[in-house]
Nanobody, 122 residues
Framework: QVQLVESGGGLVQAGGSLRLSCAAS????????MGWFRQAPGKEREFVAA???????AYTDSVKGRFTISRDNDKNTMYLQMNSLKPEDTAVYYC????????????????WGQGTQVTVSS
């Protein structure tokens, strides 16, 4: 079992930055991959970024060059640094852990945080 708690969301103007954190507990943190997803009102949950236990990362095209995913295995925490934010980044952001299969697909993840709201004003 893995328990996840996100923090760091908020309201920011376009062009601004936020850093999301996802604190994990339960199973050994360094043993599983993790991901960030987001869901805007009326839309399906979508992949944002993922990171393997060893630090390899992947991003959806719309955030490449603006967002950076990282993890600190000593602190059992994953991060999402979001720069140059745009209004279309507005969504509830979720962290997820331990995908079974493709980490691009939200259906692969069994463990989820409660979500944190990110709102970008124009």
């Amino acid at each position: 079992q893995v328990q996840l708690v996100e923090s760091g969301g908020g309201l920011v103007q376009a062009g601004g930055s936020l850093r999301l954190s996802c604190a994990a507990s339960g199973r050994t943190f360094s043993s599983y991959a993790m991901g960030w997803f987001r869901q805007a009102p009326g839309k399906e949950r979508e992949f944002v970024a993922a990171i393997t236990w060893s630090g390899d990362s992947a991003y959806t095209d719309s955030v490449k060059g603006r967002f950076t995913i990282s993890r600190d295995n000593d602190k059992n925490t994953m991060y999402l640094q979001m720069n140059s934010l745009k209004p279309e980044d507005t969504a509830v952001y979720y962290c997820a852990a331990d995908p079974r299969g493709s980490y691009y697909q939200y259906q692969a993840y069994d463990y989820w945080g409660q979500g944190t709201q990110v709102t970008v004003s124009s």
